[in-house]
């Protein structure tokens, strides 16, 4: 008795435990795009941001269209800018730099990645782009999403 006792007791603890447990969820399976701000350079009336962009994903993007805003050091909106980061290989980190007209790259305080304008592979376009973009700066400008 009891042996059946002590049997039944652990196994009540055991599914206690089990229920406890949260769930072990899966890695994101489709991977991150990185994109680091690397670089400003200062041109003749305009300024040219320097951005590294890690594919961590399995997907070659024919096209990545983004749309940043720029923000001054008080944080006021200085202008809207899109540009076309693709096309980005699988695995791959390339190096885009885009030249940004009249503007002093020393006026800049924050850039916002606001939107992704266009992301298609050879099929067409690619769901979920935004939410798998990683944002990050190695200068005092932050950028973020």
């Given amino acids: 008795m009891r042996s059946s ?3 039944s007791i652990t196994c009540l603890l055991l ?5 406890s447990t949260p769930p072990v969820l ?3 399976s489709a ?3 990185e994109i680091e701000l690397n670089r400003l350079e200062s041109q003749a009336n305009a300024c040219r941001p320097y951005l590294v962009f890690g594919n961590k994903t399995d997907t070659r993007f024919e096209s990545l269209g983004l749309e940043l805003v720029l923000f001054d050091q008080d944080g006021f909106i200085l202008k ?3 540009l076309e ?4 290989a699988p695995g791959k980190t390339s190096v885009k730099l885009f030249e940004i007209a009249d503007l002093s790259c020393d006026a800049l305080g924050r850039i916002l990645l606001n ?9 067409g376009p690619v769901d979920g782009c935004l939410a798998r973009m990683r944002t990050s ?4 400008v932050d950028f973020f999403k």
């Avoid at 980061?85 to 980005?88: Q, R, S």
């Fill in 80 to 82: 809207r800018f899109g």
């Fill in 5 to 7: 006792l002590a049997h």
């Fill in 26 to 28: 899966a890695e994101d």
């Fill in 15 to 19: 599914s206690c435990l089990t229920l």
């Fill in 85 to 88: 980061a693709g096309p980005l």
């Fill in 137 to 140: 700066s190695r200068l005092p």
């Fill in 115 to 123: 939107a992704v304008t266009a992301c298609t592979d050879a099929s």
């Fill in 31 to 33: 991977g991150s795009i």
